[in-house]
């Protein structure tokens, strides 16, 4: 039977590589010269220091557009609340979203059953695993799936027949 699972995974090589592109580009700009400005990443979270709020905002913008030339998707990041830092410093943690989250899956399996498809979906851990008895059943769910608006962006991976 061909099956297929939706899965929210974001590549973690690309990301290193674009926040290191982030952190040369801070030090070599003209803008940034004796600031405090810096990037950093976690195990699932960036961590941008600036000076002031602009410089952040600053940082925040070169790094979305790094993303983008790595064709990553700027919406696999949650942008936390910014906060005082020492040395009159402002930091904002931002979060690397992994995964399908319980409610994006189970409006997916929902908008499957009232879609009428011949498909069976199923909610496994952080994806949602699609089964159907033909390829073009499968083929269609994707298509429904691409087309709806979630926070983070949606892949399609073990596609079997």
Do not use: W
């Amino acid at each position: 039977m061909p099956s297929l699972d939706i899965v929210s995974e974001t590549d973690m090589q690309e990301m290193t590589n674009a926040v290191n592109q982030v952190h040369k580009e801070i030090t070599t700009r003209f803008d940034f010269k004796d600031s405090k400005a810096s990037i950093e990443l976690g195990s699932d979270a960036i961590t941008v220091v600036g000076d002031d709020i602009n410089k952040l905002n600053t940082v925040t913008e070169i790094l979305r557009a790094k993303l983008v030339r790595r064709k990553l998707e700027p919406s696999c990041l949650d942008y936390g609340t910014v906060e005082n830092a020492s040395g009159d410093c402002k930091r904002q943690l931002i979060q690397i979203k992994q995964g399908v989250s319980t409610e994006l899956a189970k409006s997916i399996v929902k908008l499957i059953k009232l879609e009428k498809m011949k498909v069976q979906a199923s909610i496994q851990g952080d994806q949602v695993r699609i089964t159907g008895k033909k390829r073009d059943d499968l083929q269609a769910v994707m298509a429904l799936v691409r087309n709806i608006d979630s926070d983070r962006p949606l892949s399609f991976t073990n596609f079997r027949d």
